[in-house]
T-cell receptor, first 110, second 115 residues
Framework: RKEVEQDPGPFNVPEGATVAFNCTYS??????FFWYRQDCRKEPKLLMS???SGNEDGRFTAQLNRASQYISLLIRDSKLSDSATYLC???????????FGKGTTLSVSS | EPEVTQTPSHQVTQMGQEVILRCVPI?????FYWYRQILGQKVEFLVS????????KSEIFDDQFSVERPDGSNFTLKIRSTKLEDSAMYFC?????????????FGPGTRLTVL
């Protein structure tokens, strides 16, 4: 089983839409969870950390279900600037390495 | 806002040559990392470095790779004898590992092309 799995997409949505991304991870010992975004040929940028109780940052909401080893990201009121690849990331068992999913591509159109 | 910087932005080398990729992590961070991303593939962990020693490495990080913190600001990745399959984007990252939360911040990357 792959360590971090994501639906690759692409997700093509109009401006203003709500879109949800899902992710599953295989290592139950993982302790830290994140969503990064990556623009084409750029570095991954930390979008938000994901906390056990779920957390929100503006239009972005992240949820974690440890029992199901499942992480989600909800984007409300999509903007053109949200177009990017969204990377689901968990830490390794040793706690230093980040393990990345392949990413889900979002394209927001006007 | 402090950021991780990397040089060069693009390096072209011949197979079998040695390359050194350079990074300046965020100044108050104590943990340093190298990752790579082959075109069209996912970001892969190479190595983490803390307190002047390697704390974790992946199976990709074999004997041809080494890391060093030669002074108080730079963090380098050396590839001793490059192979065609080493062509990738190499990202440096740094973090604090504060409170068990392992947030890492990435530099803009060095694109390595091995001919």
């Amino acid at each position: 089983r792959k360590e971090v799995e994501q639906d690759p997409g692409p997700f093509n949505v109009p401006e203003g839409a709500t879109v949800a991304f899902n992710c599953t991870y295989s290592n139950s010992a993982s302790q830290s969870f994140f969503w990064y975004r990556q623009d084409c040929r750029k570095e991954p940028k930390l979008l938000m950390s994901v906390y056990s109780s779920g957390n929100e940052d503006g239009r972005f909401t992240a949820q974690l279900n440890r029992a199901s080893q499942y992480i989600s990201l909800l984007i409300r009121d999509s903007k053109l600037s949200d177009s990017a690849t969204y990377l689901c990331v968990v830490n390794s068992q040793a706690g230093t390495a980040l393990i990345f999913g392949k990413g889900t591509t979002l394209s927001v159109s006007s | 806002e402090p950021e991780v910087t990397q040089t060069p932005s693009h390096q072209v080398t011949q197979m079998g040559q040695e390359v050194i990729l350079r990074c300046v992590p965020i100044s108050n961070h104590l943990y340093f990392y190298w990752y790579r991303q082959i075109l069209g593939q996912k970001v892969e962990f190479l190595v983490s470095f803390y307190n002047n020693e390697i704390s974790e490495k992946s199976e990709i990080f074999d004997d041809q790779f080494s890391v060093e913190r030669p002074d108080g600001s730079n963090f380098t990745l050396k590839i001793r004898s490059t192979k065609l399959e080493d062509s990738a984007m190499y990202f440096c990252a740094s973090g604090e590992l504060a409170g068990g939360l392992n947030e890492q911040f990435f530099g803009p990357g060095t694109r390595l092309t091995v001919l």
